[in-house]
């Protein structure tokens, strides 16, 4: 027996979304469809529709802007994310977060492993809860295992900053956000990050707000 759905079909639901042009409005924490429900793509939207939505994803990454967008960020519950980040930042910002250029890539179906036990832990933010950033202690390499845009299976490794954009987006897909795995002592504005964590580590933060950073 079929369950019955009270939700209109994802392709509808993506089409009516790109019917305008422009990025496309961020969801914010609280709404039910960051948490639950989030299915595998399985063909729900055709070639061309999944190629439009992609594409508005990306535009509405850019606009925001952020380095990741996960597709239940924009109100649709399925398991894709794109992600690019050109990284403009200092020298020292780059050597202690690793943060390089990650080129653009979507992301669908994926998964991660962490690869070793090293962690890193470094303020994140996200879209869908403007204004605040808190320190996550992360696997500093994850395997990620899914599939691109046109269906081609992938399995790569991912280190430094990339390693973090692609767990907090693929955590988006189950139906988790970055605060649940942050340490709330950590949790700032983003003015106080801009009049005082702008060091290229959380050392201080740590040390002033009373939380602690791994090993
Ligand atoms: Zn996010």
Same mark, same amino acid.
């Not at 991660?112 to 036990?117: F, H, I, K, R």
């Not at 320190?135 to 390499?141: D, F, G, K, L």
């Not at 700032?188 to 009049?195: G, I, R, W």
């Given at each position: ?14 089409? $009516? ?5 422009? /990025? ?13 429900? !989030? ?18 994803l990306?535009?509405?990454m ?6 990741g967008l ?9 398991? !894709?994310?794109v !992600? ?28 991660? $492993?962490?690869?070793? #036990? ?46 973090? !954009? ?27 990050? #801009?009049?005082?964590? #702008? ?14 950073? /791994?090993?």
């Amino acid at each position: 027996m079929a369950t019955p759905s009270h939700r209109k079909p994802l392709a509808e639901l993506v089409a $009516e979304l790109l019917a305008t042009d422009g /990025p496309l409005p961020i969801v914010a924490a609280g709404d039910p469809v960051l948490r639950q429900g !989030i299915q595998m793509y399985d063909g729900q939207l055709d070639a061309v529709l999944l190629s439009r939505f992609v594409s508005a994803l990306r535009l509405t990454m850019h606009a925001a802007p952020g380095v990741g967008l996960a597709a239940p960020q924009v109100g649709v519950p399925l398991r !894709i994310a794109v !992600i690019e980040d050109p990284a403009p930042v200092p020298e020292e910002v780059r050597v202690a977060r690793g943060r390089v250029p990650q080129p653009f890539r979507v992301l669908v179906n994926p998964s991660y $492993e962490p690869v070793g #036990t090293a962690r890193a832990a470094f303020f994140e933010g996200c879209l869908s809860v403007p204004g605040w950033q808190a320190v996550v202690a992360r696997p500093a390499e994850v395997r990620v295992r899914g599939e691109d845009e046109h269906g081609h299976p992938f399995d790569d490794l991912f280190t430094g900053w990339p390693a973090r !954009i692609v767990q907090h987006e693929t955590d988006h897909l189950d139906g988790t956000l970055y605060l649940d795995r942050a340490d709330p002592r950590s949790l700032s504005s983003n003015q106080a990050m #801009t009049e005082r964590w #702008t060091q290229p580590t959380p050392e201080t933060a740590a040390r002033e707000l009373g939380f602690e950073l /791994p090993g």
